[in-house]
């Protein structure tokens, strides 16, 4: 099955981080792969956060959020997207 976030043709912010073996996707990345609006993808990201981790991992490294690219792929199969 492929995954919403494998990197599509073309080149964008996504591929250049898969590329370099990223394991971590930005809110703007899980906004793209949602199809919804930053805002609302911070929303999310900032819900699993506080809910330690559940329905995906996320880290602080200081201002930079990041979510965890397996566990938010494991969210999206669940969810069946």
């Known amino acids: 099955m492929k995954n919403v976030l494998d990197p599509p043709a073309g080149g964008d912010i996504m ?3 898969s ?3 990223c394991r971590t996707l930005r809110p703007a990345d899980v906004a793209t792969a949602l199809g919804v609006s930053r805002t609302a ?3 999310l990201v900032r ?3 506080k809910a ?3 329905p995906f991992k996320v880290m602080r490294l200081g201002n930079t959020i990041l979510v ?3 566990s ?3 969210y999206l199969d669940a ?3």
């Open 72 to 74: 938010f792929n494991e």
């Open 15 to 17: 591929q250049e981080r």
């Open 47 to 49: 819900r699993a956060e």
């Open 79 to 81: 969810q069946g997207l």
């Open 19 to 21: 590329s370099v073996g």
């Open 68 to 70: 965890s690219k397996k």
């Open 52 to 54: 330690g981790g559940d």
């Open 41 to 43: 993808a911070y929303t």
